[in-house]
């Protein structure tokens, strides 16, 4: 097996999950995000992506994306681990190799689900 060396990585994705019924919880849990992290948001060190009503890309529930380095790797993890409540958490590095880092290199947080990775080339 080829060995990836850590350098390789990017940045992060966390996409939290939802759907019709959990819609309000996972508004709410952005506008939590959007307070607790209002420093990283304005210094460009965390990105919110937007808040998607359908399912996007590999992706098949509805979802939101956060998107930070490698530096803000533990402590979003140790906080969404925290603080998701019931919604689930997929989180995954960006390294040039979209459909390993979705199908291999992710972290789930709460429930898993398959992804659609005939988006990603899978």
Do not use: C
Not at 35 to 56: C, I, K
Not at 67 to 91: I, K, R
Request: glycine content about 8%; cysteine-free.
């Amino acid at each position: 097996m080829d060995a990836k060396h850590t350098r390789t990585i990017t940045d992060w994705h966390a996409h939290v999950y939802f759907d019709v019924e959990s819609r309000d919880a996972a508004w709410h849990l952005r506008m939590v995000i959007e307070h607790r992290f209002a420093d990283l948001l304005q210094s460009g060190a965390l990105r919110l992506g937007r808040f998607h009503e359908r399912p996007v890309g590999p992706h098949p529930l509805w979802s939101f994306q956060l998107g930070f380095g490698s530096e803000l790797l533990a402590p979003m993890l140790e906080w969404l681990t925290l603080n998701h409540g019931a919604l689930d958490v997929f989180m995954h590095p960006n390294t040039g190799d979209a459909l390993r880092d979705h199908r291999d290199s992710a972290v789930w947080i709460g429930r898993s689900y398959e992804l659609s990775l005939k988006t990603l080339g899978g």
